[in-house]
């Protein structure tokens, strides 16, 4: 984007947001939600730190975005019902 | 298992939002997995709306908006030196102010190193000049983003770099009492609020969104790598150090303490302790003077909020 020192521009300014980190290859441990169990609650929701529990419309039942996903399991822990377990990813 | 927050919130009708639904941050951002600190932002952003600026020092919180080119939130956003976010949010507001632009929220939010201890002068001058401001410290007990060192934050017996065996000698009297430092400061506004209490920090960041004049929010930000504890223990430590009384919800507002969660059947802190391996090293003995410790802290904020009421 920039070729040398030349072209930053005079204060740095971001110019992409981070949807363009694939911080889900941090990943070793991946959320699956049990649809039968989830209660739509949407804790999981609420307090996923990486923005990563999709909820499109109010009413819709939670799915994960896995390309940001790190795994902390904090879904999991908190879920209610115990609706979303925590498989290790394939090495 | 203990839940975190999920039997709070149960409680409510499935298949509906209860906080807002507006994302203000992107995923993608450098926290570390089980971070709390992205979970309070982003609630704080929900709370708060897109009207709203931001400045933040060094810190962990330098990071998580997003690292050159990358930006994680959808609001402007601003990055100065370690002490001055005070100084850099009147400066925000100064140019606001300027422009004749008077519906945006300044927010400066910054580490509990760079609030209690680095940018105390700072933020103290911001509330003498009377900066229609919200200064938010997000705490997570220590000097995180350079690798855990003790701050005057830091909880009495746990182990930092600087403190390996806990901090036998300074902090026996607990944390620096900030939100009451600020108070007699002069700040209109002051609230704890706790991640594992998402509905009850919108409420507190909305209250102090409709004052005017410098407001000062204390959010507790568990650190899964710092506090060395599961990552997906954060809520539910979160939770548990309201419960147990280490860390109460109390709000400052028109110039009376009071209770924001009352703490019923409280807990021995050890059940907050417990689950982090910063206590490992604990005694019985030790263990029962920071329950001594949690005691006479919460006896000495009844006293306050009966004091402020007469
Ligand atoms: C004047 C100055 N001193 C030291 C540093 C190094 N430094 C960067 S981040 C940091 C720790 C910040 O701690 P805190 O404010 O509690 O935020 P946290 O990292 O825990 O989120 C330190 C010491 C710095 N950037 N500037
Ligand atoms: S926390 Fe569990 S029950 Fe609630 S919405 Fe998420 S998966 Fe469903
Ligand atoms: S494992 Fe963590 S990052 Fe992944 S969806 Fe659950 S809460 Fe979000
Ligand atoms: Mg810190």
């Known amino acids: 984007m920039y070729e040398t020192y030349r072209d930053l521009p005079p204060i740095q300014i971001t110019t992409e947001s981070t949807k363009g980190n694939q911080t889900g290859t941090w990943r070793t441990f991946r959320p699956v939600i049990d649809l039968d169990k989830c209660d739509r609650c949407y804790t999981c929701w609420i307090f996923c730190p990486d923005v990563s529990i999709i909820v499109e419309e109010e009413g819709d039942y939670p799915s994960i975005d896995l390309i940001h996903c790190k795994g902390c399991g904090i879904c999991a822990n908190d879920c209610g019902p115990g609706a979303i377990t925590m498989e290790r990813e394939p090495l | 298992m203990a839940r975190g927050g999920g039997e709070l919130i149960r409680e409510h009708m499935s298949g509906k939002f209860i906080i807002p639904r507006e994302e203000l941050m992107h995923p993608g951002h450098s926290a570390c997995p089980g971070c709390g600190e992205p979970i309070a932002m982003r609630l704080l952003l929900k709370a708060l709306g897109p009207r709203t600026v931001m400045n933040v020092p060094a810190g962990c919180c330098a990071v998580i908006p997003g690292v050159w080119p990358r930006y994680s939130l959808k609001i402007p956003l601003i990055d100065h030196a370690f002490e001055c976010t005070g100084a850099t949010s009147s400066g925000i507001r100064a140019a606001l102010d300027a422009k004749g632009m008077n519906d945006i929220t300044v927010v400066g939010w910054a580490g509990d190193g760079g609030t209690v201890d680095i940018g105390l002068q700072s933020l103290s001058g911001a509330i003498d000049r009377g900066t229609d401001f919200l200064y938010v410290m997000y705490d997570n007990e220590a000097y995180m983003n350079t690798g855990s060192q003790c701050s005057g934050s830091t909880p009495w017996g746990a182990w930092t770099t600087t403190t390996p065996g806990g901090n036998e000698i300074s902090h026996r009297t607990g944390k620096k009492r900030i939100l009451e430092m600020l108070v ?30 410098p407001k000062f929010l204390h959010i507790l930000s568990p650190c899964p790598s710092g506090w060395k504890m599961d990552p997906s223990k954060t809520v539910e430590v979160a939770k548990l ?3 147990t009384g ?45 329950q001594n410790l949690v005691d006479n802290r919460l006896r000495e904020l009844d006293a306050r909020m009966e004091a402020s009421r007469k």
């Not at chain 2, 002069?186 to 919108?202: C, K, M, Q, R, W």
């Not at chain 2, 924001?260 to 030790?286: A, C, M, N, W």
């Open chain 2, 246 to 290: 280490m860390f109460p919800l109390y709000e400052y507002r028109d110039s009376q303490y009071q209770f924001t969660e009352e703490i019923k059947d409280r807990k021995p802190v050890e059940e907050y302790l417990r689950l982090q391996r910063r206590f490992r090293h604990l005694s019985p003995t030790q263990i029962s003077e920071i």
């Open chain 2, 184 to 213: 007699e400061n002069g700040i209109s506004y002051a609230a704890t609020v706790n991640i594992a209490f998402p509905e009850d920090l919108i409420k507190r960041a909305q209250i102090a969104q409709s004052i005017r004049g």
């Open chain 2, 241 to 243: 150090a309201t419960q």
